[in-house]
């Protein structure tokens, strides 16, 4: 049990803004507790973005526009803009058009350069743009905001868990070689059983639940490809590019399904 509770303690420091000043013990059972708690942080972090979005519609009367831009920013603030770096580092890599191990290199550049403000401004109003789209709708249903970070993060792990590091060294690395796979696959199985079935029941929309799930496993092995293919693996600014990206994704896909 205090594996577990470290574990979570680990995915708040790790994955999120809130401050956990404590020293966790970084062993195998710790780090397989982390990763397995990723897609109910998510589902944390969307209840309360929910919550937000509760007050939002119910004091005040702001455009639907305003409060995407609100959602989108409350979503950044609980990660600390950790996963949106990522992204940015991801856009800079891949958009310099150069050879594997230079995009690895640009990959770990802490600066921002032109590719990457234009990554992030493009993935910031494409999230903004859909979700406004969707709270305009009269059928909006604000378990979504639980369901798009639940699912990334899920989708995060999956892609992780069979992709090998593009690199012997690093955050990533160190996670992916003290990681338990049979527990870790155990634990995430459960987490999408009882998180579906919980959606489904409170939601009412199993079809858009299995088409949502569809979506996340397919972009798993193909973002595992294209990273392969682009850089050679997975790292710790792929995986929050992957967080990302596939949020703006599920957004996407919901409107298309609304």
């Known amino acids: 049990m205090k594996n577990v509770v470290n574990g979570i303690l680990l995915a708040f420091q790790f994955f999120t803004v809130l401050p956990i000043h404590k020293e966790l013990p970084l062993t195998k059972k710790t780090i397989t507790a982390m990763f397995s708690f990723l897609p109910w942080l998510g589902a944390i972090m969307g209840a309360i973005i929910a919550a937000i979005f509760y007050m939002l519609q119910t004091y005040t009367d702001i455009s639907p526009m305003l409060t995407g831009f609100l959602l989108v920013f409350g979503y950044i603030i609980w990660t600390g803009g950790l996963h949106v770096d990522g992204f940015v580092d991801m856009g800079d890599a891949y958009f310099s058009y150069r050879n594997v191990e230079k995009r690895i290199e640009i990959l770990d550049d802490p600066r921002i350069g032109a590719f990457g403000a234009m990554s992030l401004v493009f993935l910031i109003l494409t999230k903004i743009f859909f979700i406004s789209e969707l709270v305009g709708h009269q059928d909006f249903n604000v378990i979504w905001l639980i369901i798009v970070p639940f699912l990334s993060r899920l989708g995060m792990s999956i892609y992780f868990i069979q992709t090998k590091c593009s690199k012997e060294k690093g955050l990533a690395y160190f ?6 796979t049979k527990s870790w696959l155990i634990n995430t199985i459960i987490s999408t059983i009882v998180g579906t079935v919980l959606i489904v029941w409170i939601s009412g929309q199993w079809q858009l639940m299995v ?44 409107l298309l399904f609304t």
Request: glycine share 8%; charged share 15%.
């Open 175 to 180: 996670f992916k070689q003290h990681l338990q």
């Open 211 to 254: 088409a949502l799930l569809i979506v996340v496993i397919a972009a798993a092995f193909f973002y595992k490809w294209w990273t392969i293919r682009n850089f050679r693996g997975s790292s710790g600014d792929l995986l929050g590019a992957f967080i990302e990206g596939m949020e703006a994704v599920l957004w996407i896909t919901l």
